[in-house]
C-alpha cells in the first residue's frame, strides 16, 4: 500500500466513525472538510470548537491532508528518481515543516531564516536547497557551515561573494546556477519568475561560461543547474517548455565537457480553483520523464502551494452586516494583514460557514471585508453563505499556503494563531502575539552619537 493510499484508507476510518454530510472539500487524496449535524469540521474537529478555544481569527491546517498530499506527489514523481523539497516560503510553522521532514521531504529555502526553521524542525542539512536572488554574505556563510545540500546562484555577482566565503571558512560550496528559461508561466504578473525581463536566475545563454569558469574553481563544486519559473501555475505547457530547455543546457554542458549532476526543476504547481480543476499530477510527472527524467540526474521539485495550501483554512468571526449597493457587507474580523493573497493578487478563496448555511428567500451575495482602513482589504464577493448574522463564523478555504506565513502586524494587530489538527485532536502550533509583543520590541535603545 502507498503513502496515499495509507493515509486515505485512514481518512475513510475516521469519517466512517459518525454520520456525515455530503463532502463539501476535498483535497487531491481525501476529504478534509465535512459537515457534521450541519458543523464544518477539520479532519472530523468542529472548527467551531476550535474557535471557542483560541478565539478568531485563527488558521488551522490538517496534518493529515499534509501528510497525505505530500504523499500523493512523492508517489508521482518518485518513479523518476524525484525528491521533493518543500518551500518554506509557503507555510513556515515549524510544526508544519517537521511533518513533512519526518516523512523525509527536503527543504527549499530562501532565507537564514528559513534555514533555521528547517534544521529546527529536524531537516537533515544535505536535504536543504537555499535559493533566491539576494543572500547576504552571512546568510551564505550560515549555509555554508551548516552543510546545505546546494545554493541555487542567481548571478555572476553572487557567484564571487559564494566563492570569497568558501575561500574564507576553507569550505568547497556546492553550487548550482538557476536558469532564467524565458517561459511565460501564464500565471499572475506577480508570481511569475520564468520570463526574461524577471529578476531572476540568469539566461540561458550566459550559463556555458559562466558554469566553466566556476567549474574550474577549487571553492566550488558545481553540481547542476535549477529554474523556477513561477508560481500557481495551472497550464502544464510551461513546465515542459522550460524543462526541455533545461535539457538542452543540459547537453551543451556536458558536450563542453562539463560535469551536471543535479536539476532543480523548481516550484510552481498550481491548485484548482472555482474556474479549474487544476494540473493533473499524472500528467507534471510525465512531462518529467519526458523531458528530463533520462539525462541520468538528480532531480527534485521544490513545490510549496501544493503541498499545503487544501490543508488550512482561516477561521473569522462576523462582526458587523451593512447594506451594500452590488452585495451587503459582511464586516469580518480578519483582513488583509492575517490573509493578503486577495489584495495582493486578486485571489478568491472559496469560503464556507461554520453552521449549516441559512437559506432564505431574497438572500444577497455578501461582500466580505475586514476592518482595516484600505479598500483593498477585501477578501471578494460569495453567494453560498446565506443569510449571515453578527458573531457567525465562517472558514476560508485553501489558506494553507502564502497565508500566515505573509501575514503582518499593519493596524496594530497581532499575528492570528495557527493550529494544527491531528487525529481527532488539535493544538496550538502558534500562539496569538499580543499588543505587547510589538510593544517590547520598542522599547528604545539608547541615543548613538552620529559622527
Ligand atoms: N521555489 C522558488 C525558488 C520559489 O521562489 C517559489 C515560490 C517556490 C519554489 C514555490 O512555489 P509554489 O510551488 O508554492 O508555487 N505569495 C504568492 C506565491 C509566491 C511564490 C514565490 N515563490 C501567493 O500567495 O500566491
Redesign the pocket.
Known amino acids: 500500500m502507498t503513502f496515499a493510499e495509507t493515509f486515505f484508507s485512514q481518512r475513510v476510518r475516521m469519517t466512517n466513525a459518525s454520520a456525515v454530510s455530503p463532502l463539501t472539500r476535498q483535497g487531491p487524496t481525501g476529504q478534509r472538510l465535512d459537515r457534521r449535524d450541519g458543523a464544518l469540521c477539520l479532519d472530523g474537529v468542529p472548527l467551531a470548537q476550535i474557535a471557542a478555544t483560541v478565539g478568531t481569527p485563527f488558521y488551522a491546517y490538517s496534518a493529515m491532508a499534509l501528510r497525505a498530499d505530500y504523499a500523493a506527489l512523492r508517489h508521482a514523481v518518485a518513479p523518476h528518481g524525484v525528491e521533493v523539497c518543500f518551500?518554506v516560503?509557503?507555510n513556515s510553522n515549524i510544526h508544519v515543516l517537521a511533518e513533512f521532514a519526518r516523512l523525509g521531504c527536503g527543504m527549499?529555502i530562501?532565507s537564514g531564516g528559513e534555514m533555521a526553521r528547517a534544521l529546527a524542525a529536524g531537516t537533515p542539512p544535505r536535504r536543504i536547497i537555499f535559493?533566491?536572488v539576494g543572500k547576504t554574505e552571512a546568510e551564505i556563510s550560515a549555509a555554508l557551515q551548516a552543510g546545505l545540500r546546494q545554493i541555487n546562484v542567481e548571478s555572476a555577482a553572487e557567484l564571487e561573494v559564494v566563492s570569497g566565503v568558501a575561500r574564507a571558512l576553507g569550505l568547497r560550496a556546492p553550487v548550482a546556477f538557476r536558469v532564467n528559461p524565458d517561459v511565460d508561466a501564464k500565471t499572475?504578473a506577480k508570481?511569475t519568475?520564468g520570463r526574461k525581463d524577471s529578476k531572476f536566475g540568469i539566461p540561458a545563454a550566459e550559463i556555458p561560461a559562466l558554469y566553466a569558469a566556476a567549474a574550474a574553481r577549487p571553492e566550488l563544486n558545481v553540481v547542476g543547474l535549477a529554474l523556477?519559473i513561477g508560481?500557481?501555475?495551472l497550464d502544464l505547457t510551461p513546465f515542459r517548455q522550460a524543462w526541455q530547455t533545461m535539457a538542452h543546457l543540459v547537453k551543451d554542458l556536458r558536450a563542453a565537457g562539463q560535469t551536471v549532476s543535479r536539476l532543480d526543476l523548481?516550484?510552481?504547481?498550481?491548485i484548482g480553483d472555482a474556474h479549474h480543476p487544476g494540473p493533473d499530477l499524472a500528467e507534471y510527472a510525465r512531462i518529467i520523464g519526458e523531458t528530463v527524467a533520462g539525462l541520468g540526474l538528480e532531480l527534485n521539485v521544490?513545490?510549496?502551494?501544493?503541498l499545503c495550501a487544501r490543508a488550512g483554512v482561516m477561521v473569522s468571526r462576523v462582526l458587523y452586516l451593512k447594506p451594500g449597493d452590488a452585495a451587503d457587507f459582511a464586516v469580518v474580523d480578519a483582513a488583509m494583514n492575517d490573509l493578503m493573497?486577495p489584495a495582493?493578487?486578486d485571489?478568491q478563496h472559496p469560503a464556507e460557514t461554520l453552521h449549516n448555511p441559512r437559506q432564505a428567500p431574497g438572500t444577497q451575495a455578501h461582500r466580505l471585508v475586514g476592518p482595516i482602513c484600505e479598500s483593498s482589504d477585501d477578501f471578494g464577493k460569495y453567494k453560498n453563505l446565506g443569510t449571515l448574522l453578527p458573531g457567525d463564523l465562517v472558514a476560508f478555504l485553501d489558506a494553507g499556503?502564502?497565508g500566515a506565513a505573509?501575514s503582518s502586524t499593519y493596524n496594530s494587530r497581532g499575528l492570528v494563531p495557527e493550529v494544527l489538527v491531528d487525529d481527532g485532536q488539535f493544538r496550538v502550533i502558534r500562539r496569538r502575539t499580543e499588543i505587547r509583543d510589538a510593544l517590547n520590541l520598542e522599547e528604545g535603545e539608547a541615543w548613538q552619537k552620529a559622527c
Open positions: 518551500a516560503k509557503a527549499d530562501v535559493s533566491g499572475h508570481i519568475t523556477h508560481s500557481q501555475i523548481g516550484g510552481g504547481l498550481g521544490e513545490p510549496g502551494r501544493w493573497r495582493l493578487y485571489a499556503a502564502y505573509m
